[in-house]
């Protein structure tokens, strides 16, 4: 089974503070995605890598950058956190194909920011 | 702009009984893939049934069927013989040169 794990299920930050949401795949995945999902709005894009060190903007990256070292990791940061960053965060992993796009989701992170 | 749209917040539907989620979407490319994923409450988002565009014939996953109109862009996923367990927020999400999601279905099973 594809596994997508998340470094942290609940996390409480205040107002400008660094933070770092880590995501590992071992599927060997070539796309990682991070989402913010908020109600009414569905899962909006922030950021997607479809390699080690590449990365491409989603619908929303302002306040967030992303980094990628190694192809199974896949870290999203806000360098100074905000009220209006308080999201569900939802990663995701998959390979790019005529047969695929499938995308495996992890269990999520619900970051509030005080 | 590609957009994803569900037009029903909240459904229910008594257990045994089918129900149909509406989702339609907006795109100029020709060749792309259509999703439905489901979110039961407090756990992991996971794939219902996909479809290919180019495909004529609608996707099927046991309880699980689709309606495909490329036409129209519309992508409906019908769900027979409703479970309990089938409670669950419903997204439809479109892959093409980026990555869609809708705004989502909550759906109820009622016993």
């Known amino acids: 089974d594809v596994k997508v794990t998340q470094s942290s299920r609940y996390l409480v930050k205040r107002t400008g503070e660094k933070v770092f949401l880590e995501c590992v795949q071992d599927?060997?995945?070539?796309?990682m995605f991070w989402y913010r999902q908020d109600p009414g709005l569905g899962l909006r894009l922030i950021y997607f890598?479809?390699?080690?060190?590449?990365?491409e903007k989603g619908d929303i990256p302002e306040g967030y950058s992303v980094s990628r070292e190694k192809k199974e990791r896949f870290s999203l940061i806000l360098e100074s956190a905000s009220t209006n960053q308080t999201s569900m965060y939802l990663c995701?992993?998959?390979?790019?194909?005529?047969?695929?796009?499938?995308?495996?989701f992890g269990p999520g992170t619900r970051l509030t920011v005080t | 702009a590609q957009t994803v749209t569900q037009s029903q917040p909240e459904m229910s539907v008594q257990e045994a009984e089918t129900v149909t989620l509406s989702c339609t979407y907006d795109?100029?490319?020709?060749?792309?893939?259509l999703f439905w994923y489901k979110q039961p409450p407090s756990r992991q988002m996971i794939l219902v049934i996909r479809?290919?565009?180019?495909?004529?014939q609608n996707a099927t996953e046991n309880r699980f069927s689709v309606n495909f109109q490329k036409a129209a862009k519309s992508f409906s996923l019908k769900i027979s013989d409703s479970q309990l367990g089938d409670t669950a927020m419903y997204f439809c999400?479109?892959?093409?040169?980026?990555?869609?999601f809708g705004t989502g279905t909550s759906l109820t099973v009622i016993p």
């Open positions: 995701a992993s998959g390979n790019p194909g005529p047969l695929s796009y499938e995308q495996y």
């Open positions: 599927m060997d995945h070539e796309n």
């Open positions: 890598s479809y390699d080690v060190k590449m990365k």
């Open positions: 795109t100029s490319e020709n060749n792309y893939y």
């Open positions: 479809q290919e565009a180019y495909k004529q």
């Open positions: 999400a479109f892959t093409g040169n980026q990555f869609y």
